[in-house]
């Protein structure tokens, strides 16, 4: 018989998770704040709980997702959170990209009342969650991290484990958000340049994504800088630049000088000081063609 | 009966196309400025000419691949040079990384003369080309450029076609120079943040270049920075720092602003500045370390 | 007869402003956490007090001087904290530099008790403050500035307002640190281009500050950059490092990208990580130097 | 008798110049390209040439005032220019921003012919020229400068001399515009950031032009970027921009980084790519406001 899972936090990312689990056969229980996202969920035959403790009661794996740290806070430590409802020796998977400290505190909090944190941030669009191709690292103990693995593929195309600290896998995602930046940033530049020397923007793309730069992140993100149309939105550019805060958060506490995180947050906070939302974040690289004089295209 | 080709300047690039040209079976003569490099060539039967002009004579398509604008020049129209020697008709392949004017330059002087030229800038490290496995990019007149095409499969593993400014190739091959450098910045500052926070280098490195960055850009630098062992030397800091130049000066005469171009220059100069040479220029990201007061690997 | 006033936080800066109340003939209670830091002044006819409280408690005026936001909560809002024993009506004069929401939260905590709270950050090196000339920054409440007033000449030589929101002055002295910052990052790359190019550090120094920077400023951080001899210290590098994070959190707050800001952080940041103590702030110059290959000078 | 002196290139600041060596009783001959720049010093008692070697010929002293290298060269070595009207022993002072390369070649050249250059670059802005208040830097052979200096006081408040190497001066003249650069981006940051958090940008501006900067740099570019108001134009964006490019220029031959004056080169590419001309140079100060959201004011 399947065990119960929950699931809080249905935006775009929650609600693909959610749906590929109960494809997968799980017997599952749903939360989101505001209840209408549940409804292709329950649907699918998932029971929707009233508050966080409900839905994590009979529950020995809670999955959330949402977005940002007070609102993981408040899910999990809040009045009727999840974790006043939890059994013993249940696992919290934490998906959401946070600050590492958030998840070792919660950690802690968990261990205290006999149950477990692991940290496992995803990497991937909306449309990689519907597809299970999120890419997966994971953070926590051992033992816990063992339970979880059955409920992994229905996510994912691959699990990394980043050992027992459960803030190292946001630092991780975290991480590869600025990368993400940096590669944007790169194309914006280069593309720029060239279209001032008078070639295609969208020929010079295609050269470098099909060449040196053979990959997905590269394909994408830089088909929406070569066309300067910054749609759809998988995430906009103030949730963006949050992470972004949040690296240069780990950078300020380390003491670790990142110069391109630096430039990257601030393209990001003048994108959204200018009152650009509504575009994705990558549409932070429009920057870089307005700083050469060139308007966006049509 | 197979066409003369004729392939000048026999670095480690050099001598590897001249080499799958020659195991293709075509008739090479070959000119290097120190002779001892074309010694492996002649053992393959190719002929050694004394000068450019001598080796160009009865060729109908020259190569040249030198390090810099300046050695091109020589080459190209200096005492002796290829353009004294070349037939009417015949095509000058241009592959060095060298400004887009310098070939907008010299494909005007070829053009006084009856010949043409046609800029091939080449992506990839030595054993690419030792491998056939070259990005070629190429821009110059339309008839040249199908002229040469039969010669190319030796070479790489595909052709991309920039028009008939023969600069646009270079510009191109510029911003790839530069978006290298971007990556390699870019890895840096993560691997150093996660080492910093608690994490292994290369558990970081082998997670990005499997799954978001999987593509032999990041897997091949990635590897130097992750072990911060900067061999073998592909190029040296001083090399790339000319080519950054030469996109600086792009971007200053085209007036774009490129922020990201401006720090990886900085900090191939003070890896330079600071006596860092017989290391792969990808050694620069050490200045992330450094700044973070890591030292260097044992 | 003279009004009770007390002293919080005898620092360099603390010291010696407190001597000058004393001398200007006022009664002075005064506190450190390190008791022997009150030796001088007890001398001098203060009265030293073993708790915050006990010495604000028949004080009209309160002086704090601490090192940063943490100390300065506790020594007001802690047990026996300043708030506690402080009567209605009396003045918390808040010299210390910290966040401005760090004095706006105090701030409040005075008004639900009864006292009022005036920050007045201080500009000028622990030499100013002995010789009465530090220049003076106020934000608060009218009454309570206007009952300050007669005290202040004795410390500086000239008082500017700034409103009654008690973060405003705060926010003054971040800014001031930060445009300090850019003038020695300035001179430390001006300086070093023209070492670089054959001139005399000294000569160059010598010409800017008695022509277009002829102001203190430049005079005195630029002949420890010129002289590349950080000394004596006026504060350590891991001060204003905390003080230029605290400028780039009201970046981040209010959304404006600092570009010159985030390079002092990153400076600061590679000199402390590169265990650089025991020097100026202004050190960090060194690293344009260490940039360009030069050493440091004999 | 008044020795026989010449003025070359009368734009606002060569006008000045011409006008009180003039006053100061000497005799002068003129010249520029367009001839009605010179119709006030006519009236004034000059003798108009048709072109430089004119100019030059009866005078023992030829100061040129042009807009950039080309301009100097022209006038200088073209057809007609000074060399060729030139007297051997005659000393040309070159006036003008440019290259210390430039002079340095211009040097030899005069060298060949028997006469000498001295390198003379000037600080201020047309008001100060006019007020014989420019700062003076020279540069060149001793006896020549010696030859030279009772011919300054009409021009400037102080002379600081660099040394025999031509081009000495004039790297300094590079470094003085670089630091007005850094200055104005620093105060352009910090009042951005004190409008956002709810200061007046005035008030901020007269609190540090009065206290720390108390210096007319940050006087009087402080004033307009306190109002937004760039106005009168004292260089054009575009011309200041040349100059960062030399600095950037010298950086590079002298492999040193200068994070600050890259910024600043870009910050001026974007106001001169973005359009706006008819401003003071200052005017790229607007930049930080744009970023952050703030419109420019009434």
């Known amino acids: 018989m ?12 929650g609600v693909a998770m959610a749906t590929n689990l109960l494809r997968a056969g799980h017997s599952l229980s749903v939360y989101n704040r505001t209840t209408s996202k549940a409804d292709s969920l329950k649907a699918l035959g998932a029971t929707v709980a009233a508050t966080p403790a409900e839905a994590a009661q009979d529950a020995s794996i809670v999955f959330t997702m949402v977005t940002d740290d007070a609102a993981l806070d408040t899910i999990t430590t809040g009045p009727d959170g999840l974790l006043s409802g939890l059994a013993p020796g249940a696992v919290h998977v934490s998906c959401s990209t946070v600050a590492p400290d958030t998840n070792r505190r919660l950690a802690a909090a968990h ?15 909306p449309d990689a969650a519907e597809a299970s191709k999120l890419w997966l690292a994971t953070a926590g103990p051992t033992g816990a991290k063992e339970k979880l693995h059955p409920f992994l593929d229905p996510l994912g195309q691959g699990v990394y484990d980043f050992g027992e600290d459960p803030g190292a896998a946001n630092l991780v995602k975290l991480c590869g958000n600025f990368m993400l930046g940096a590669a944007i940033e790169a194309m914006a530049e280069a593309y720029t340049l060239a279209q001032k020397s008078g070639l295609e923007r969208q020929q010079v793309h295609e050269f470098f994504s099909n060449t040196l730069f053979n ?19 998988g995430a906009e550019p103030r949730i963006i ?15 670790v000088p990142m110069p391109f995180a630096t430039i990257i947050f601030d393209q990001l906070s003048a994108t959204v000081a200018r009152g650009r939302d509504n575009i994705d974040w990558a549409g932070f690289a429009q920057l870089a063609a307005d700083n050469a004089g060139l308007g966006q295209q049509g």
């Open 2 to 13: 399947a065990e119960q899972i929950a699931f809080l936090g249905l935006g775009n990312m």
């Open 111 to 125: 261990q205290q009342r006999g149950s477990v944190l692991v940290a496992m941030p995803v990497f991937g669009k």
């Open 215 to 233: 990959c997905p992140v590269y394909k994408n993100y830089g088909q929406l800088i070569a066309s300067q149309h910054y749609q759809p939105v």
């Open 241 to 255: 630049r949050k992470d972004l805060k949040l690296v240069l958060h780990e950078a300020q506490e380390q003491i």
